[in-house]
């Protein structure tokens, strides 16, 4: 069983970044001592919104830095963010998430998962969701973003988020899982 032997904050900054350091003893009595860094920022949800009658999704695009300085490229991702202390549940922080960033309601939340998305470095569960909008009834001027955010909503077909997946395109872990989530519902994508 891992021990916790101590945690330091480095940093805090959305969160904070803390050095952990855990020892470990192996079945054979080894003991090995592991010291990371860690962000712990809290957890997060994560939700594709698509319209099976339309047959498209929405997602969205901002600028993200990490993606900018390795490739000088502005990626496609599936709606998420924090789960806040105001929200009553997690399906409740996808609906608020949905009506911030994309401007519209969604319906059917199906949980897909709930994964770590760095296990090395990052301490944050992200809840991942399908949920159904309505093609058309989404409105852009509705939404209520933060202030460090510039986010475009982008509504592709699914021929198109297929041929995103089938070329090795899509670049954002959620979106990636949320993809594949949904390609397994059989809904014709």
């Avoid at 020892?23 to 962000?39: F, M």
């Avoid at 924090?82 to 939340?109: F, H, M, P, V």
């Avoid at 959620?174 to 993809?179: K, Q, S």
Wanted: hydrophobic share 40%; aromatic share 6%.
């Amino acid at each position: 069983m891992p021990e916790l032997i101590r945690r330091t904050s480095l940093l805090e900054v959305k969160g904070q970044i803390e050095e952990v350091e855990v020892c470990v003893v192996h079945e054979d009595g080894r003991e090995h001592i592991t010291t990371d860094p860690v962000w712990v920022y809290g957890d997060s949800i994560a939700v594709l919104a698509y319209d099976p009658t339309a047959k498209t999704v929405l997602l969205v695009k901002q600028l993200r830095v990490a993606p900018y300085i390795m490739e000088e490229e502005i990626i496609l991702e599936a709606c998420a963010g924090g789960i806040e202390i105001s929200d009553l549940s997690i399906e409740e922080a996808c609906k608020r998430e949905a009506q911030e960033e994309l401007g519209c309601q969604l319906t059917n939340l199906q949980k897909i998962a709930n994964v770590f998305i760095n296990p090395a470095r990052l301490a944050e569960r992200a809840h991942l969701f399908l949920a159904e909008y309505t093609s058309g009834d989404f409105n852009v001027e509705s939404r209520n973003l933060d202030d460090d955010e510039d986010i475009e909503v982008v509504e592709l077909s699914f021929e198109e988020l297929r041929s995103l997946y089938d070329n090795q395109e899509i670049r954002c872990p959620r979106l990636f899982m949320l993809t594949q989530a949904l390609l397994l519902k059989s809904i014709g994508i």
